[in-house]
């Protein structure tokens, strides 16, 4: 079966088109770290890149209601922009910055290119 996220890969594209177009925070910090650099690279040298964050993690579709891992991943409202590093902090956890779970940030981003 490959990547649900890229089954559909047109829409994939849309939905970073639109999220880049909106220029919203992340939606796992909210902003915490900073804005989300829309045109870095998404990978660990640029933590502060964007990508695609599911809210609620597509490992866990059959929880959350959903047909398949492609519909939890094509849900435009289990979607949010978030950064490179808060998306890897996040794994497939919910709520991971929120007060009440009690989940702390164990490290800050670093960022290294110092054109940020």
Known sequence: ??????ANGSLRRKYRARFKAMEAEC???KGRFGPIHYDE???SSHPLSFVIDEIR????WK?????????AAEDWTNLQPAHYFC??????KINFFEANTG???TKAPTVKDGEW
């Open 87 to 92: 998306n890897a902090q996040k794994g497939n």
């Open 57 to 60: 993690p597509v490992s866990k």
């Open 1 to 6: 079966m490959g990547n649900p996220r890229y």
């Open 27 to 29: 939606g796992i910090c």
């Open 103 to 105: 989940t702390k940030i």
């Open 41 to 43: 690279p998404s990978d």
């Open 63 to 71: 929880a959350f209601g959903y047909a398949s891992p492609r519909a």
